[in-house]
């Protein structure tokens, strides 16, 4: 079955420090694996996806299929990341058919 | 652009009564999902419709329901409500036809069931 876990439910850093959210996965075929973000009062909207091999706003995410994980990073984290993280699977590479299975976020607090 | 609208924002309903929550996409955009968010469970994807065919989901039981318009314009029901089904329900539109694509969600409909 498909699973998507973060570990993590809260995460503070101090600004400058390097930030990893943690995603692990489970899932049979080749995922499609993205990071959304929700800032404070915001919607849900999509921080970067593995296909576009990306760096948003200075994070970015390796897929390792070894260890099944999505790790989001960055190396300098900045007050305006403070957010809620969540790491989502889609399930259906392409095809027609198909959800997104989202892990239970991380609440990720930047300090001054 | 304007975004995706979810209309009411905020709903009180009784335990047994249905209800009836709406979801307007972004303009071109033909697939329509809906996601239960709570506490407990975290977002939880209840089905998705695409030209006004619902084409998968979730593991809900039979009270929720769905339906897309030929405008995409999509509404979700829940009949007999419990209270259980308080939560934070939120729409997503994509203008591609898979969920490898980029989903664009709406600020969601917050129901309370007392």
């Known amino acids: 079955a498909q699973r998507v876990t973060q570990p993590e439910k809260l995460l503070s850093v101090f600004k400058g420090a390097p930030v990893e959210l943690k995603c692990n996965y489970s899932?049979?075929?080749?995922?499609?694996l993205f990071w959304y973000v929700q800032y404070s009062r915001q919607r849900l909207q999509l921080l970067l996806r593995?296909?576009s091999r990306e760096s948003i706003k200075g994070f970015t995410a390796d897929l390792n299929k070894g260890e099944t994980s999505f790790h989001l990073k960055k190396p300098f984290a900045q007050e305006e990341d403070s957010a809620m993280y969540y790491c989502?699977?889609?399930?259906?590479?392409?095809?027609?058919?198909?959800?997104?299975?989202f892990g239970r976020g991380t609440q990720l607090t930047v300090w001054p | 652009k304007a975004g995706v609208t979810q209309t009411p924002r905020y709903l009180i309903k009784t335990r047994g009564q249905q209800v009836t929550l709406s979801c307007s996409p972004i303009?071109?955009?033909?697939?329509v999902s809906w996601y239960q968010q709570t506490p407990g469970q975290g977002l939880q994807f209840l089905f998705e419709?695409?030209?006004?065919?619902?084409?998968n989901k979730g593991n809900f039981p039979g009270r929720f329901s769905g339906r897309q318009f030929s405008n995409s314009r999509s509404e979700m029901n829940v009949s007999t409500l419990e209270l259980g089904d308080s939560a934070l329900y939120l729409c997503?539109?994509?203008?591609?036809?898979?969920?490898?694509?980029?989903?664009?969600f709406g600020p969601g409909t917050r129901l309370t069931v007392t």
């Open positions: 997503a539109s994509s203008f591609r036809d898979s969920f490898f694509y980029e989903q664009y």
């Open positions: 899932y049979s075929g080749s995922p499609e």
């Open positions: 989502a699977l889609s399930s259906d590479r392409g095809s027609t058919l198909g959800r997104l299975y």
């Open positions: 419709y695409f030209s006004e065919t619902q084409r």
């Open positions: 303009s071109g955009h033909r697939s």
């Open positions: 593995h296909i």
